[in-house]
C-alpha cells in the first residue's frame, strides 16, 4: 500500500488548503510565486469545489481546474486533490430534499451552510459517487497529483426516515435478531420492548430520558456510516490511482468518529489542529492530539489543517503572537508530523471563514503572518533530510476508545463533569509535564512492548479488553487505571458489583460502595495532596501493597489510591502537581525514564529518531542542560552541554 | 371506600418498585431472600411492564406475572399492583401516530423514552384501558393484590391536534359561550377576539408574549385531561375490587397537577420525595412535602419513592451520607407516613435510571446501602404498632393552591424572581424552624379549626376564598399574608387597585402605589431586619395597630409591616431568622405554642399520636431537653428528661 | 407634506395608546375627565383594534369607535388613528395559514400573540388594505382624526415559503443574474454555487456557518418588506387624508429596519424610548435616541411610547423613583420632542401587558404614577409655546448605517463583543459627558455643516462612503474612526489590505497586521490610559502627526491612535475618561464648544431654539453656573449667574 512516504521522498509537506475558485486566475499567479516563495510545496484542492465543477446536475466543468493543476506542476507544488463532497451544490438538495439531515427534533440542515448532506441518502451516495468517478478518472495521470483527501471533517448526523432504515439494518447485522437487540438494548426498562424492526428509530426527541444503549449504538452506527461514505469514495479514486495514498482529515479527538477503526482505513492519517493560542495548555493539547494521530498512524503523520492566526470561531479570537505559529508546527515535527500544513492558503475575502487566518492573509504578503510563513518554510526545509521519515520511542501507553466515551456521556450520569476528555487531558498533562514521550492505545491492543499502560477512565471495557489489560500486568506491565473504568460492558450494561470483577480483584478492592463526585471548586483531601473532580466510597480486600487513604470528610481513612503489584487504581483527580508526581514515581519504578533531566518549567523535549527537539513554551528566555556536543540543525550552530532558548525558541539537536 | 389501613393493617409499609422484568428468574429467588432479610412487606409491580404484557397489540403475556405473583405471595409480600400507562410500548407510536404527544414547538415526543403518551388521545385512552381492563380481570383475586397504582408521575403537555378539540370541548364546558371566553381571557387586548370556537389553540409557539388567561386556562385544562385519564383507570380496577385502595403518585409539589383536587379523587393519597442530600435545606424540603401530602390525605400517606442514594439526573450526584437514608425515612413517618419505599428494589444495569440508587445497589448485599435498608426495616417493625394509622394535630396552617401558581408564573411579570414555591418554602422553613407544626389548606378550605393562617403567596384568589379570609378573621382567626396575594381574580383579571379591596381594607392599605422588586444579592432596609426579593411602595391607611416601616432609600418611612387586629400582611421577604421571629410572635399572640421549648439548633420535633418523634439533623451529637420519663421505642432504653442524638440520631419517645 | 406641526399648532402633544375595547364604555367617561385633569391632548387608538372592528371576515363592527371618536373632538383631544394591522385577528390565520411567519428553523409562530403576520403573504396584505381602506374612508372626515400612525413596531421575519419567493425576487432586482448574486454573496466558499434562482431560500437552519452575505441581504431584504407594508397602508390612508401626515412608531436602534430610508418614507418620525430606571447611563441612551430620532425626522419628533414605571418584560422591573418620569420626559423635549406620549392611557387588567405600567395606573387617579402624569402635564403646557417647532444645532455628527451594523452581526466573526451599539453607544457617552450636542449622520450623508464627524464603528462602508468621509476631510472636516472602520465593501467583500486602502492612507496606516479582540474584563495598556474591548497590531507609514502607542504586551510600541491632519483613528475602546477627553479635545481642536463651561457631573445642558434646558440626574442638588439673567419657564423664577436643581431637577432658561 502507498503510504506517507511516497509522497514526502525526503521533505516534509509544507502547504496548505488551496481554494482559487475564489480568485480571478490573475491571482493564482501571483499565489504561485510567494508559494516558492515560502517553500510551499502541497497544496489541498478542491475540498468545497463541486458546485463549481457541477454546476448543474450531470454537467461538468474540469477546465479551470486543469489549467490549475497544470499552473501548479509547473511551479513544482503537489497537488493534494480532494473529492468535493462536503458541500453538495444547492441543486442536490433541490432535486432531492432527501439528501439533508434531519436533527433529533426533526429539523432540517438546509444547503447555504456546509454538510447538508445525509451519509445515508442513496441519492447523495450516488451523485458524491459520479464526482469522485470523474475527478478519479480525469487527474489520474495529472503529475501534480500526489495524494488524494476524502470530503472534509466527516462529522454529521442525520435522525431522518432514510437513516432509520439504515439503522434498522446496521441493527440487523449486529444482533441477528430482535431479541438479542432488546437484551442489549435493556428494553425491560420503561416498556420499551420492540416487537418489530420497523419500530426502530434514531433516538430522537423524548419526553424523558433516552435508552443510553440506542443512543451508543446510533453512535457507531454514525461512526460506520460515515466510514462507509469515505470508503466508497477511496475506493473509487484507489481503482484510478493504486499507487496513491488516500486521506481524510480527522478533527483533534472528535466525538463522533470511531478513530481507531478509520484509521486502518487510511493511507495517510492526518489530522486537524487548532489549539487556542491564549490557553496556558494549548501546547499540551498539541501534544495530545499529535500523539494520539502518531498512534493512530503507528508512523509519520500529516498535520492537515491549523492556523496562523484566528480561526473566526473562537470566542476570545485572537491571533497566535509572534513566534508561536512557528513554535507549534515545529511541535507538530517533533512528535513526528512529516506533513505541517494550514487551513488556508489566501485568507478569503468573502463567506463565512473570511476572517479566518492563512497563510497569506488579509494584511497580504507584507503581513507577519506571510512573514512567519516564510520563516517556517526556511527551518522546514533546512531539517526535513534529517526528520522526514523517522520515527519516535515510547515506553508509556495511554489508553482511549471511542465507544467508551460515548457510552460515558449519556445523560443522568453522576460523572457528568468527568467527561473522558477533561480526565485525559489531566493524565496526558501529568506524563507530558514530567518528559514520559506516550503513545495512545486501544485497550485491545497489544501492550507488550509498553513498559506503562495508564487507562484514565474506560468507563466501558470488553470483555476482550478486560483480558488484555490482565494480561497485560501478568505479563509484567505496569498498569494505573482511573475511576470509572471497567463500570459497563459492551453494551452499557454495569458490571455486577458495579465495576469489574475481575479488576476488582486486580486492584484489591472489595465493594465499590458509592460514588462521590464533587461540584466545581470542590476538592477532597488525601494524604499528601488534594483529589478534585471525583471520589469514591470504597472497601479494599487487604490485598494492596501501598495505600493512600482519603483524609478528613465522608471517606475519611478509605483509600484513595491502591497499588497492588504492578496494578494501581486512583479513585480521585490529583491535583496537577501530584498527579504528575504519582506516575513519575509509578513509571520510575517499572523503568522508564523521562527524555531529559532537569528540564526547566515550559519547556518540551522530544527525541525523533536521533534527533532531540527542545522547545520553549515560555516568553522568557530559559537554557537547558544537554550534555554532551550537538548541531543545531535550524542554525548550525554547535550546541554544548547547554542550550539557550528563546521566547518561542526552538533547538533541533543532531548529536 | 377502602383506605391505606386496609393495607398497612397496623404496620408501615416497607419495599420499593420492583421490577423484576429486568432480571432472570433465578435473581428473584435472590430478591425475595433479601426483601425477607430486611422485613420489606410491599411492593409495587408491573409500573413498566406494558411491553411485557402486551408485546405486540392484543398480544398478551402474564405468565411471568402470574409466576411473580405467587412467589411474593409465598413470601407475605404484598404487591401493589401498577397499571402500565405511563410508557405505552413502541407497537403504539408506530400504529397511532397521534397517540405521540407535541410541544408547544410541534415537536414530536417519540417513543424510546417514557411518557409519550397524549392524555388527550383516543387511541391512546382506548389502549389504556384494554390492558388496565386485562390485568385486574387477572388478578382481582390474587391474595397477592393489596392496592392498585395507576400509571406513574403524571406530568405531560401536548400540544397536537387532537389535544386542541379536547381543548376546545373543555372551554365550552368551562365558559359556555365564545363571548364568556372573550371576556374571561381578555381577548380585547391586542385583537385576539375569537369568532369561531375552532380558531382556539393551545398556547403554541408566539412571535411574542401569549395571553397568561389562555395559558392559565391550557394548565388547568392539562391538570383536568391527566385525571380524566387516572379517573378511566381507576374506575376500571375498583369494578373489580371495590375492596383495594387506588392510588397514583404525586411528584412533590409538581407544578402541573391541582393537587387538592386530585387527592379527592385517590383513596391513598402518595408521593416520590428526592431532596438532595447536599442541600442543608433538604430535611425542611421533606417536612413541607410530607406536610402538604398529609394536608392532602387527610390522614397517614404513603412515601412511594425516594432513594437510598444517587438519582442520575442530579446535577452533583451525591449518595446519601451514613444515617441520612435512615433519618430522612424516620421523619417521614414521624409527619404521618404509615409507608416508606423506594425506586427501586434493585438497581437496573440497563436504561436510562441504572445510576439511580436503590435498596440493592450495584455493590450488592454487601453494599453500604443495603445494610442501611437492613436497619431500618428493623427500626420500623419496632414502631410500627405504635405509630401505624396515628395522626397529627397542627394549629397552623399554610394556604397553597395551584391556579395561584400557574396565574403567578405567566410571561412578562415583574415578579419573575418571586415564584410561588420559593416564597412558600421560605415562610415554611420559618414556621419549621419555629417548631410551629403547620398543615396546607386550600384558601377556600374551612379554616376554623386553625388558631393561625398563614397565605405566603396567592397571586389569585377567588370571590370565594377572598369570602373565607375575611370570615375566617372575623371569626377569630390570625392571618399573616405574604405580598402578591389576592392581586388577581379567578380568571387572572388584576382587582380593582391593583390588589383586592377588601383585603386592603383588611389590612389598612389606602394605595398600594408600586411594587419594588429586588434583584438578586440586593437587600431592603426595614426597621430592625433586610427584607429580600420584593418590597412595595404602600399607603397605609391609619388604621393598622402596628407598622414596621422601611428605612433608607426610595421606601423610607412607608409601611413595610402592617398589622390591624389579627390580620397582618408582610410586603416584604424578612431574611430567615427575622420571618420566623416574626411568625413566631404572631404565632404567639395567637396562642399556638412550638412542640417542645430549648429546641437546639437542627433537631426536628414532631408529636404523632401519642409519641415524640426528635430528629437531629446534623452530624455534631445533641441533647434535648424533655422534661420526665420517656421510653425510645427504637432502642427500649428510658429517657429522663434528656435525650443524647447523635449523628443524625433519631429518638421515638413514648411517655 | 404634512408635517409634525401640523398636528402641534404650537402646542407639545401630551398623551398616550388608548384602548378603550379593553373597557366598557362608561369607564370612557371617566377617561376623559382625567385627560382632561391631565392636560392629555392627543390619544393614539386602534391599536389593536382589528378582531373588534372586524369580528368575522368582511364583517366590520365601527359603531364602538364612532362614538368614540366623538367623545374624544367633545374633550378637546386629538386622535392618532391607527391601522391595527401589527395584530390581525385569529380567523386570517385560521384561514389562510400561510400569513403565519415560519423561523428559520420552520417553525410556525401561531396567533395568541401579536405580531403573527408574514411580510410576504399576500393575503395578509390583502387583508391590511381592506381594513385600512375601510378605516381611512369612514374616518377621514372626523374632526378628531389628525394624524396616522400605520401598524407598530414593524420587527417580524418569515422564513416561509412566501417569503422565499418575494426574497427571490427582491434580489432579482438587486443583481439582475445569478452570476451578479453569485459573485456578491462569494458563493465559490464552501460550494455555494446558485445555478438556478428557484435554489435560493432564506437562511434558514444549516448544518454550520450560514452564508453572511445571504443573512445580510435577508436583512435588508426583511426590512424592505416591512417598508413595502407600511408603504401600502400609508398610500391609502394618505389617498383619503392628503392634508394629514402619517407616522410609524420606531424602536430605538432596532436592529430590523433600515431607519434612514424608513424615515424618508414618514411625514412624522416617532420612537417608543424604555430606557431601564436602574441604569446608571439610562438618560444617555435616552439621548443617544432621542439624537438619532431628531436626525431622522430633521427637526422635531414624537416620542410615542414611554413608560410611567415598569414595562412588564424587564428582568428587574422597578418603577421610576418620583421625579424620574418628568425628568426623561423633559429631556426629550430638550432633545426635540414635541411630542411626550406613553404606552399606555389605562394599565390593562388583562394580557399579556397588563403589568406595563400606564399613565392611570392600577392603583388608579390617587397612585404615584398618575399624580406625576399631572404635573408633567401642566409643564409642558407652560413650556410648550416657547418649545414647540424649535430647532437644535449640533457641530458634532455621529455616523450611524444599519447595513452596516446588519453586515457586522454575522457569526464566527472575531469581534463578537465589539457590538455597533457597543461601540456606538460608548463614543456617544463620552459625547454627551463632555456637553457637546450632536447629531447622526448616515455616512453618505452631506457632513459639510458639521465641524467634526465621529465613525465609532462602520464596518462596511460602501465606496461612496468612502468619498464622502475623504471629502469631508478634504473640504476641512474632522473627522475620528474607530476600530473596524471600512473593513468590508457593499456587499460584505473584506477590503484589500483588510481595510480600505484610502482611509488607511489618510490615517498613516502601512499594514494592519492582525486583530487582537480583548475579552470581557481585560485591558491593554496605553500612553496615558487603558484600552478595551479591542486592540489591533498596527504598523505605521510614518506620516502622523500624533501617535498615541501602546504600552506592554504584544503591542508594546505599536500605535493604538493615530492623528494626521484632521482625520483621527483610534485602535482601541479608551475607558470612558480617556475616550471623553480624547474627543473633547480633537472636538476643541476643531473649534466646538461645549453648551456650557463647568457644568456639574450628572447635569445635561441642552439649547434648544433660544432656551437652555438644564436636567439634574442625580438625587442630590446642585448648582450650575449660568452667567446673566434668565427666566425659568417652569417656575416663572429669575435665575440670575446659578441655578439650583433639586433631585432629578429641572430648569427651561429663556434669556
Known amino acids: 500500500m502507498p503510504d506517507l512516504s511516497d509522497v514526502t521522498r525526503g521533505r516534509i509537506l509544507y502547504g496548505g488548503d488551496y481554494n482559487p475558485e475564489q480568485w480571478p486566475e490573475e491571482t493564482w499567479h501571483e499565489d504561485v510565486r510567494l508559494m516558492k516563495d515560502a517553500g510551499v510545496n502541497s497544496v489541498t484542492v478542491g475540498v468545497f469545489s463541486w458546485a463549481r465543477l457541477?454546476?448543474?446536475?450531470g454537467e461538468r466543468d474540469f477546465g479551470w481546474l486543469d489549467r490549475l493543476m497544470d499552473l501548479l506542476h509547473e511551479a513544482g507544488v503537489g497537488v493534494v486533490?480532494?473529492?468535493p463532497t462536503a458541500s453538495p451544490p444547492p441543486w442536490l438538495g433541490r432535486l432531492h430534499p432527501e439528501t439533508l439531515p434531519r436533527d433529533e427534533d426533526g429539523r432540517t440542515e438546509w444547503w447555504g451552510g456546509r454538510q447538508h448532506f445525509s451519509h445515508s441518502s442513496a441519492a447523495y451516495r450516488r451523485h458524491a459517487a459520479a464526482i469522485t468517478e470523474a475527478l478519479a478518472a480525469r487527474y489520474a495521470g495529472h503529475p501534480a497529483l500526489t495524494m488524494w483527501h476524502i470530503n472534509n471533517e466527516y462529522c454529521t448526523y442525520d435522525h431522518g426516515d432514510e437513516a432509520a432504515a439504515r439503522f434498522r439494518a446496521w441493527l440487523r447485522d449486529r444482533y441477528g435478531?430482535?431479541?438479542?437487540?432488546n437484551t442489549a438494548w435493556g428494553t425491560a426498562f420503561w416498556s420499551q420492548g420492540y416487537g418489530d424492526w420497523a419500530e426502530i428509530l434514531p433516538p430522537r426527541r423524548t419526553h424523558y430520558l433516552k435508552n443510553p444503549a440506542q443512543v451508543l449504538d446510533f453512535r457507531r452506527f454514525t461512526s460506520d456510516m460515515l466510514l462507509e461514505c469515505y470508503a466508497a469514495e477511496r475506493d473509487i479514486v484507489r481503482r484510478h490511482t493504486p499507487h496513491l495514498p488516500v486521506t481524510t482529515n480527522f478533527m483533534p479527538l472528535w466525538f463522533g468518529q470511531d478513530g481507531w477503526r478509520w484509521a486502518e482505513e487510511e493511507d495517510v492519517v492526518s489530522v486537524d489542529l487548532y489549539p487556542d493560542p491564549r490557553d496556558p495548555l494549548g501546547a499540551q493539547e498539541g501534544a495530545l492530539v499529535q500523539d494520539l494521530t502518531r498512534s493512530q498512524a503507528r508512523g509519520p503523520w500529516m498535520l492537515m489543517e491549523q492556523a496562523t492566526g484566528a480561526v473566526g470561531w473562537r470566542d476570545v479570537d485572537q491571533p497566535k503572537p509572534r513566534?508561536?505559529?512557528r513554535l507549534w508546527s515545529l511541535q507538530a515535527v517533533a512528535r513526528g508530523a512529516d506533513a505541517v500544513c494550514y487551513f488556508q492558503w489566501r485568507q478569503s475575502r468573502q463567506g463565512a471563514e473570511k476572517f479566518h487566518s492563512a497563510m497569506v492573509g488579509h494584511a497580504g504578503p507584507r503581513g507577519r503572518a506571510f512573514q512567519e510563513v516564510k520563516r517556517l518554510g526556511a527551518d522546514l526545509a533546512r531539517i526535513a533530510p534529517h526528520v522526514s521519515g523517522t520515527r519516535i520511542a515510547a515506553d508509556v501507553a495511554v489508553l482511549h476508545d471511542w465507544h467508551a466515551w460515548w457510552a460515558a456521556t449519556q445523560e443522568a450520569r453522576p460523572f457528568s463533569r468527568a467527561d473522558p476528555p477533561v480526565v485525559l487531558r489531566a493524565w496526558h498533562r501529568a506524563l507530558w509535564e514530567a518528559h514520559l514521550t506516550t503513545d495512545f492505545a486501544?485497550?485491545?491492543h497489544d501492550l507488550s512492548r509498553y513498559r506503562m499502560?495508564?487507562?484514565?477512565?474506560?468507563?466501558?471495557?470488553?470483555?476482550?479488553?478486560?483480558d488484555n489489560l490482565l494480561s497485560y500486568v501478568r505479563g509484567g506491565g505496569t498498569l494505573v487505571c482511573g475511576f470509572l473504568t471497567g463500570i459497563a460492558d459492551r453494551d452499557d450494561r454495569v458490571r455486577p458489583g458495579g465495576m469489574d470483577a475481575r479488576l476488582r480483584e486486580l486492584f484489591g478492592i472489595r465493594v465499590l460502595h458509592e460514588w462521590w463526585p464533587l461540584p466545581a471548586g470542590e476538592t477532597v483531601g488525601c494524604d499528601g495532596f488534594r483529589g478534585t473532580l471525583w471520589s469514591e466510597e470504597l472497601e479494599a480486600d487487604g490485598t494492596a501493597d501501598e495505600t493512600v487513604p482519603y483524609r478528613g470528610g465522608e471517606l475519611d481513612g478509605l483509600p484513595a489510591v491502591l497499588g497492588k503489584g504492578r496494578a494501581w487504581y486512583v479513585s480521585t483527580l490529583p491535583e496537577p502537581e501530584a498527579l504528575r508526581g504519582l506516575l513519575a514515581d509509578i513509571a520510575a519504578g517499572a523503568g522508564?525514564?523521562?527524555v531529559l533531566d532537569r528540564i526547566p518549567a515550559g519547556v518540551e523535549a522530544v527525541r525523533r529518531g536521533d534527533l532531540l527537539f527542545l522547545l520553549n513554551h515560555g516568553r522568557a528566555p530559559v537554557t537547558v542542560e544537554v550534555p554532551g556536543g550537538h548541531r543545531d540543525l535550524l542554525t548550525g550552530e554547535t550546541v554544548t552541554d547547554r542550550a539557550e532558548l528563546g521566547r518561542y525558541g526552538v533547538r533541533v539537536l543532531a548529536s
Open 323 to 325: 513566534g508561536l505559529n
Open 54 to 57: 457541477e454546476p448543474r446536475p
Open 592 to 594: 522508564v525514564r523521562p
Open 81 to 83: 486533490l480532494a473529492t
Open 453 to 466: 499502560v495508564v487507562a484514565p477512565q474506560l468507563y466501558l471495557l470488553t470483555d476482550a479488553a478486560v
Open 442 to 444: 486501544h485497550p485491545e
Open 177 to 181: 435478531t430482535l431479541e438479542a437487540l
